[in-house]
């Protein structure tokens, strides 16, 4: 079957919420050697938007968008194996990541972990629904240099400034880095952060050059 096919496949298992199907077509990609970003950008990311679309539209129900939950989780989980397994890089600092608070969605958290491991990173991840407090916490316990947050509704963003300004106020010095889908240049700089990125590769582009500054 053609990389594009195969790759439509991937989106329609991820939309219709089928993990096994998602399973067996993610599993064909990385035998195919089908580069990784494209698997993320054609299919995973884009079912998840025709999900969220679909959703938005009230054409999905909740029980829906936990099925494609189910499927993204599935198929991001054969990616990050496949992310890992080329890490053999010397450690760069830590790096301490959660989702906002009142935010559950943890997918693509969990995919640049994946990335920014497979770059040498040490990360500690507080997982989803992050108060502020707790970043600040564990900052002063671990000292990270970089903090990452990441937010995907848009009530997510106060969450996020609201945590911003405790660490900046604390005089956290780790430099401070935001995504998820909902996020833009214009928010990121309302939520008063260091930097944003669009996807996971960009934010570790990123990361990268926050901490040579
Ligand atoms: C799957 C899903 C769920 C799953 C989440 C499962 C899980 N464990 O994460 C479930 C079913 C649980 C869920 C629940 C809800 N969801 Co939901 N969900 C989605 C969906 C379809 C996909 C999200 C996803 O995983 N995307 C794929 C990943 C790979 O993309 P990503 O997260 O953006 O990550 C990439 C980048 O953004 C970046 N990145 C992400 N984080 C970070 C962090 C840093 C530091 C960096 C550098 C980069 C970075 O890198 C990643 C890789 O490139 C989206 C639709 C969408 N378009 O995103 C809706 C969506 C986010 N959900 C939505 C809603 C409304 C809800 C609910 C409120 C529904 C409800 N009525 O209960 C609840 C939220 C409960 C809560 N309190 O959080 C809305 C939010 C709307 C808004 N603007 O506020 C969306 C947009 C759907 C829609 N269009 O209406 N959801």
């Known amino acids: 079957m053609k990389e594009g096919d195969l790759l439509e ?13 998602a399973i067996e077509i993610m599993n064909e990609c990385i035998k195919l050697g089908i580069n990784s970003k494209e698997i993320l950008n054609k299919a995973i990311v884009k079912g998840a938007e025709v999900a969220g679309n679909l959703y938005e539209k009230e054409e999905f129900f909740l029980a ?24 053999e890089i010397q450690s760069k600092g830590k790096i301490l990541i959660g989702t906002a608070e009142g935010d559950v969605h943890d997918i693509g958290k969990s995919l640049v972990i994946s990335l920014l491991q497979g770059q040498g990173y040490d990360i500690v991840d507080l997982g989803s629904d992050v ?11 671990i000292n990270p240099v970089i903090i990452g947050i990441s937010g995907l509704m848009t009530m997510s963003i106060s969450k996020m ?3 911003v300004n405790l660490l900046k106020n604390e005089n956290i010095p780790s430099r401070i880095i935001v995504g998820g889908g909902i996020l833009s240049k214009e928010s990121c700089e309302m939520i008063g952060a260091d930097d944003f990125a669009k996807d996971g ?9 926050l901490i040579k500054i």
């Open 131 to 141: 108060p502020p407090e707790e970043f600040l916490r564990k900052a002063k316990e």
């Open 9 to 21: 496949k991937l989106k329609n298992a991820i939309v219709e919420g089928d993990p096994h199907k």
């Open 201 to 209: 590769w960009e934010g570790v582009k990123k990361i990268n050059n």
């Open 64 to 87: 829906d968008l936990l099925m494609t939950g189910d499927a993204l989780n599935a198929a991001t989980e054969i990616l990050m194996n496949s992310l890992n397994e080329k890490s």
């Open 161 to 163: 400034q609201e945590t």
